[in-house]
């Protein structure tokens, strides 16, 4: 793939382009992906600010929600000024000013069933930073069948957790039911808005989660799909865990 960098782009993503793994072929290939991240908010935050930074062409935000005071102590791609302005709108104003060459697509509603087809299917990834089960599963079905990639993270108070789902792929790649079949009962789980959470936390499981989009946009590395990686804040630890595909899966399996 040829594009031509501008000066400016030449600055801007200087540091990008003396990497071997990534160079003009790897920068032009972010310049024309397009990503939707789910959720503006503690992970959608660091995954936006980053992907907006490294010059991913497209950003769709899905959100329904507005920016509450009582956000701010995680959800950074948010200003004190923009309290009352929805999320979608206060993502896009932060990412322009960051790198206005990005593309935001802003989409101000709730994901669901009537529309998560025709948001996913117009992307070529999704990262998710939603904080609820039926959205994680919704995802992870429709991006099984519309055979997108998933990068999905989860957070608790001092802990986090991150994988990226392609079994659309085939063997041995699994998706999220092999892995939890079924959601827990509603309620069964405590959401940031109950439990509280380390602020921080958030940001460095976005950030993975950022890093991890932009090696499966690039084809860097060793993708994080068959792992499940794990960071326990309070004893400053990571480890992984291997995700074998589910034969039985209803999903994937058969
Ligand atoms: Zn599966």
Do not use: W
Not at 39 to 62: D, H, M, Q, R
Request: with cysteine; charged share 20%.
């Amino acid at each position: 793939m040829t594009v031509a960098l501008t000066d400016s782009q030449f600055e801007r993503y200087a540091r990008h382009l003396i990497l071997d793994e990534v160079g003009e072929a790897g920068q032009a290939k972010l310049m024309s992906a397009r990503v939707l991240v789910v959720g503006a908010g503690g992970l959608g935050s660091p995954v936006l600010l980053y992907l907006a930074a490294a010059g991913v062409g497209t950003l769709g935000i899905v959100d329904d929600d507005a920016v509450d005071l009582s956000n701010l102590q995680r959800q950074i791609v948010h200003p004190t000024a923009r309290i009352g302005v929805t999320k979608v709108e206060s993502a896009r104003s932060t990412l322009a000013a960051l790198n206005p060459e990005v593309a935001v697509e802003t989409h101000l509603a709730r994901l669901d069933e009537k529309n998560v087809e025709a948001l996913v299917g117009a992307y070529d990834l999704v990262a998710d930073g939603s904080d609820n089960f039926a959205t994680r599963y919704l995802l992870n079905d429709v991006c099984y069948r519309l055979k997108k990639t998933l990068v999905g993270a989860a957070l608790s108070p001092f802990e986090g957790q991150l994988s990226t789902f392609k079994a659309y792929l085939g063997k041995p790649h699994p998706c999220y039911r092999c892995l939890f079949r079924e959601p827990p009962p509603p309620d069964s789980v405590p959401r940031c808005v109950e439990a509280g959470i380390l602020g921080a936390v958030a940001g460095v499981i976005g950030t993975l989660q950022a890093t991890e989009v932009l090696k499966e946009l690039l084809g860097l590395g060793e993708s994080l799909s068959g792992t499940l990686l794990l960071y326990d804040a309070l004893r400053a630890d990571f480890h992984r865990i291997k995700l074998p595909r589910d034969p039985d899966c209803p999903t994937c399996g058969g």
